[in-house]
């Protein structure tokens, strides 16, 4: 609208009480917004399904006229379209209540009650008091504004949307290109093509901040004040970037060209998997999928010491979990997609360790940081529970449990609990067995959950270890390895009442079973300690209460007697 005739702010108009719905209408077809006498009547339908928001700029060409028609604005006979802040108050109250409803492209008249325009002063001299408005409005585009920090101090203007609907995260490394000016126009710095790592950041603070929030392809432009540029101390000039002020803020133009997803395999960030060129699909191999793959390991100084694959080589191939290679290269090909290309940093701990390893073209020293890239050419995954008929399910989770065993003996807990629950899922839902196949799953099941139990002992899971003995005597009360076993774990959870009852029951069982009866010892042991313990903290805190009560009693000694009150008051 024109400089001469500009719509009140909301300072003088009451805030709207709840968020308006957008109306479904028809072409030529008329409907109230709200509670308050706001009508719409859709003139054009619009593109797709967006509004925009509060806050977002829109762009708009209107014409304004009384309910007599007489016109009294219109941006269509300046050639201007009028922008402005959506529900920020620049407008009168009918206008952002009504705008937010369209979609872009869309034509709409608006029928607009004194309430929500100029109210009882009017507009002199062009609107009168108490008048009921009509504004023809073409919705022209908007730009969303997102504040990032939730405090002011990045906003984010969409330019170009980007496509897909996932964002960089801290550990991956983006490709921008950028240009930073000063409030005034001046440039201090651009890149036609920069790329860094988000959580280690580039420039500025806003610009780490801004990529996380944005999609590959989407161009921004970003209003920073000083606490995300560069503060209270500003930035000398430096090469080809200019000085920043002291407490300057900076207009970022912004552009998110493409990233590479790092992923952190192992949760600890000592085996990340870059990702070089996306897999198909969404299948990942599983535990004893036999994979092939193309491979070039190297060392921090880039000297190889492996290469599988290349230069017509048959592809090398392996079996998931199965240490036939080190544990970061299994880990991170577990995590790959077919024809997906990753570069791998793998520590020591997930590779040669603090001994090294001869390989095929040079040693790997102790305790060295590998370097692999690697590509998935194909995989195989084994056969799960819905793959197989039931005598199937069976003799595979027969195998499974002889796996665990052979792991089991050798030290390998970790890995012989996978298995044994790899075994236990291939049975565990035993509706379409027959009465003595159920009988074999039966005796699986427990002999899969008392090992399992045994393992997660091994591996200080004493919580696991005891949901495990408790599946297992929900099967067979009578198992007295379950009920030594669980006591074992009860006693570490410090619950030695339920130790107590789970050996007495145990050697009711079986009253000459050597192991329960030293495991009820050590149980007895353990009581009298903590016994001797609680003894020792309980004497402890008496004894000071009794100093701090002698002190209260000399000390009401030496006090004067306060004056007694009226107990009959």
Sequence with gaps: MDEDFEFPSAGNMEMPEEEMESPILKVGEEKEIGKKGLKKKLLKEGEGWDTPNTGDQVEVHYTGTLLDGTQFDSSRDRGTPFKFKLGQGQVIKGWDEGIKTMKKGENALFTIPPELAYGESGSPPTIPPNATLQFDVELLSW????????????????????????????????????EARLEDGTVISKSDGVEFTVEKGYFCPALAKAVKTMKNGEKVLLNVKPQYAFGESGRPASGDEGAIPPNASLQVDLELVSWKTVSDITKDRKVLKKTLK???????????????????????DGTVFIKKGHDDEQPFEFKIDEEQVIDGLDKAVKNMKKGEIASLIIQPEYAFGPSGSPQELANVPLNSTVYYEVELLSFVKEKESWDLNTQEKIEAAGKKKEEGNALFKVGKYERASKRYEKAIRFIEYDSSFSDEEKQQTKALKITCNLNNA?????????????????????????????????????????????????????????????????????????????????????GSIFAKMNKLEQARTAAVQQEPVPMSIDSKA
């Design 278 to 300: 996306e897999g198909e699909g969404y299948e990942r191999p599983n535990d004893g999928a036999v994979v092939q793959v193309k491979l070039i390991g190297k060392l921090q």
């Design 143 to 178: 730009t969303s504004v997102k504040d990032i920090c939730k405090d002011g101090g990045i906003l984010k203007n969409i330019i170009t949307e980007g496509e897909k609907w996932d964002n960089p995260k801290d550990l991956d490394e983006v490709f921008v290109k950028y």
């Design 454 to 538: 045994a393992c997660k002992l091994k591996l200080k899971d004493y919580k696991q270890a005891e949901k495990m003995c408790t599946k297992v005597l929900e099967l067979d009360s009578r198992n007295v390895k379950a009920l030594y076993r669980r006591a074992q774990a009860y006693i570490y959870l410090v619950d030695l009442d339920l130790a107590e009852m789970d050996i007495k029951k145990a050697l009711e069982i079986e009253p000459d079973n050597r192991d329960v009866k030293i495991e009820y010892k050590m149980l007895k042991e353990k009581v009298r300690e903590y016994n001797k313990k609680d003894a020792q903290f309980y």
